[in-house]
């Protein structure tokens, strides 16, 4: 087999923690010469963000279940079946591939399961050093699993759930991202040279007490001379977090509020400081670029993983970390604040912050997609 020459299949869906890792390894193969389809459901994010990569996406209807509501086990399984049933015969009628990759969510189920039925390898990729629920599930048959931090080795052993191998490879993050430049990304925002750039994300979906706690401290923040506020609020805290705000015209100069950042790499080198949940893809994107930052984990991640995550870059003295039930104490405005005041804390984060970036994490992985179809 040509190596130069491979159909590769990929699931991913959900949240960009999810997507973006799985463009990245796309990009990485395209390049390479392969030809890469995605397997996904158009309704959601999957459905703008790989299309507007270039890549082709299969629909595909699955739902988790609801551990609270235990008969949502039957429909969820009944969609399971019939997608990867719709899925075999795809691949009957056009040919199998000769690999396919899962990034993690419900998703990835049906595809590695019909890959599995007709003996196409399959790997694993775990962004977050806690796996989810599928890729533990899908983890004894699968070639590999490529992990982003050493912690989640620990964690597949836990589980009991041994694949042939577990490697390594770190968390791919976009060319886009990588690539981007402080120059372009603050003529992109508007931010002219001297001022000072804070980034509020909560990653894809947002968040919305991390918007909650930023909007209360808009005083203290427009009351420093050149700071300018790129606020990510996520969809559904868009209204919301502008009926907080009430900027005046003069103020949303200074504050510019929007649902989702489509170029996040320009965002992220413009900024001088980033306030972020601690998502395994915000995590690789804020490490790539070497921004400081201050990071409130989502208190409700399965096993804390977030925390676990944020140490990658607090371990490190990249980022200071408050948790999420003290964001309403005064020691997330002392934190935020500390560092908006202080230049020289931030030189020396970002100083710890470079190096940590895998920016090679895209190339290691689809080094083991090759050697998963080869073998």
């Known amino acids: 087999m040509d190596k130069r020459d491979l159909e590769v299949v990929i699931a991913a869906g959900g949240t960009a923690g999810h997507i973006n890792p799985a ?44 551990r609270a509501r235990p008969w949502t086990l039957v429909s969820s399984l009944a969609r399971m079946r019939r997608a990867q049933s719709q899925i075999a015969r795809r691949f009957c009628a056009s040919g199998a591939p000769d690999v396919a990759v899962g990034f993690g969510a419900y998703v990835e189920m ?26 533990k599930a899908l983890a004894p048959h699968a070639e ?5 931090v050493p912690a989640a080795r620990d964690a597949f052993e836990r589980e009991r759930r041994p694949a042939r191998g577990v490697v390594l490879t770190g968390n791919p993050v976009r060319r886009s991202v ?70 005046t015209p003069e103020e949303q100069l200074r504050w510019r509020v929007m649902p989702y950042i489509s170029n996040m790499g320009e965002a992220l080198a413009a900024a001088d400081l980033v306030v972020s949940r601690a998502g395994a893809s915000s995590i690789a994107e804020i490490a790539a ?3 400081p930052s201050l990071l409130v984990p989502y208190p409700r991640a399965t096993a804390d993983h977030q925390t676990t995550n944020a140490r990658f870059l607090t371990d490190a003295g990249a980022a200071a970390l408050v948790a999420d039930d003290r964001l309403d104490e005064p020691v997330f405005a002392e934190t935020l604040l ?26 290691a992985l689809a080094d083991e997609v090759e050697r998963a179809a080869r073998a």
């Open 23 to 66: 463009l990245a390894l796309a990009e990485e193969l395209r390049d390479r010469g392969h030809h890469v389809t995605f397997f996904g459901q158009t309704a959601k994010l999957e459905g703008r963000l790989v299309p507007e990569a270039g890549f082709e996406l299969v629909p595909v209807v699955v739902s988790g279940f609801d």
């Open 110 to 135: 049906p595809l590695l399961n019909c890959c599995h039925r007709m003996g196409v390898p399959y790997l694993l990729h775990e962004q977050n050093s806690v796996p989810g629920l599928a890729n």
């Open 144 to 148: 590999e699993v490529c992990i982003s």
């Open 178 to 247: 990588v690539a981007a430049s402080r120059e372009a990304g603050r003529a992109a925002f508007g931010v002219r040279e001297g001022q000072t750039m804070l980034l509020v994300f909560g990653g894809s979906l947002g968040a919305a007490h991390v918007n909650e706690a930023v909007c209360r401290l808009k005083g203290e923040l427009l009351s420093r001379e050149g700071l300018v506020v790129v606020h990510s609020t996520g969809a559904d805290g868009f209204d919301d977090t502008v009926g907080d705000l009430a900027l």
């Open 289 to 291: 670029l070497a921004v």
């Open 338 to 363: 500390g560092l908006l005041d202080d230049p020289a804390r931030r030189d020396e984060m970002r100083a710890a912050a470079r190096g940590l970036g895998g920016s090679d994490a895209a190339a």
